[in-house]
């Protein structure tokens, strides 16, 4: 949602803007109009002309005054400089004249109320200049130059310097100022996102630190136990508890604070399975071949919980009966972009073909089961004539978040 503060901030900058713009403008024109008869000895419309705008100028200003509409008063501004300029510019020797520099720099005007009006703006001035060219070119009567031959070197000045005024004492001005304000915006944006990296930082650490605590005291609590069925519950769940502190250990360890390496954490988390079931005299191979994908933290912390509990369901049950045996995670990236597939297998002694997912007592595979539809997808057992092989259909839950306000 757009900041309140900053809009109005927008609109007195432009209001500024218009005010310092139709000033200067008038205060020159009325200058112009009088050193064009008075020093100049023109004595046709260009006199008129700058003393016309300079009136129209200030009560177009007197106007906004009253009614407060800053977008009706700058399109009414670049109305008159337009006309005025390219009044003058016919008026003093067309594509040959000084004056016709002030309409490239009238331009810079036509921004003030938005962005879609200048971009207009600058359609309509360029049609113009393409006028007066082509206008010189037909020798068209409305082409004249009413200044004196003797007067056109300092006309020229006086125009440069009008132009070169309206450029950088009004514009220029302006745009530094933005370029400064920008500047000093951006760095308390960057020191305000820096601090909440810091922030965020020590809260993953903190979440690490309290999960490794609770794993703490399950690993006290399995041992204190002499009931192994106790036991195994509360290594199981140490397990579960684990996974999801390693996720929080790898996202402050490294630059992205909100997706994590997927491979690298797959790799680290297995390892570490292997080696807790590794006192049962079992020697485990596991293969992993996962791309190079980052995800976030809404994805790999149910994602990372259903591997954690389909590896223990194979090391636990699959290789029962021997001590060696072999278990393959494979990640795939379907053509959609968003959706991956998930394949877990072991060359274990499996389990029942007629066991369901939804209705077994096993919290393991229920939990395998519930984390699938919590990544907005589904598990099947895929045939094998050995072991137990998963295949998981998910999605990327922080890739198709809708954000809020939108």
Known sequence: ?????????????????????????????????????????????????????????????????????????????????????????????????PFIFVLAIIVLGGYISARIFGKIYLIFIVIVVIFIYAANEANISAITNEVPETSRDLFSLISLLFSVYILGGVFGKDILKTHNALNTSKGEIEKRIDEKEILLREVHHRVKN???????????????????????????????????????????????????????????????????????????IVNIDIPDIRLGIDTAIPLGLLINEAVTNSLKYG???????????????????????????????GFAKELDFRTTKSLGLKLIHNLARQLRGSVKREPSNQGTNYSIAFQDIDSTRVPKGS
């Open 1 to 97: 949602m757009p900041d309140p503060n900053r809009i109005q901030q927008r609109i007195d900058n432009q209001t500024q803007l218009l005010r310092k713009f139709s000033y200067a403008s008038s205060l020159l024109s009325f200058l112009f109009c009088l050193f064009c008869y008075y020093f100049l000895n023109i004595r046709g419309y260009l006199p008129v002309l700058f003393l016309s705008f300079s009136v129209l100028n200030i009560v177009n200003l007197l106007a906004f005054k009253k009614h407060g509409q800053l977008a009706l008063a700058a399109v009414v501004s670049a109305g008159l400089s337009l006309i005025g300029a390219s009044a003058v510019t016919l008026l003093s020797g067309g594509i040959q004249s």
């Open 210 to 284: 309290n999960l490794q605590t609770v794993s703490s005291l399950l690993n006290l609590q399995a041992k204190n136990s002499n009931n192994d069925t106790i036991k195994d519950l509360v290594l199981s769940s140490q397990n579960r508890v684990n996974s999801m502190a390693m996720i929080h250990e790898m996202l402050y360890v490294r630059d992205n604070l909100s997706k994590i390496e997927f491979q690298s954490y797959v790799q680290e988390l297995t390892e570490y399975l292997v080696k807790s079931a590794e006192g049962k005299n079992k020697n485990v």
């Open 319 to 349: 290789f029962a009966e021997k001590g060696n045996g072999q278990i393959d995670i494979k990640l795939k990236k379907e053509d959609d972009g968003n959706t991956y597939t998930l394949g877990i297998s072991d060359n274990g002694i």
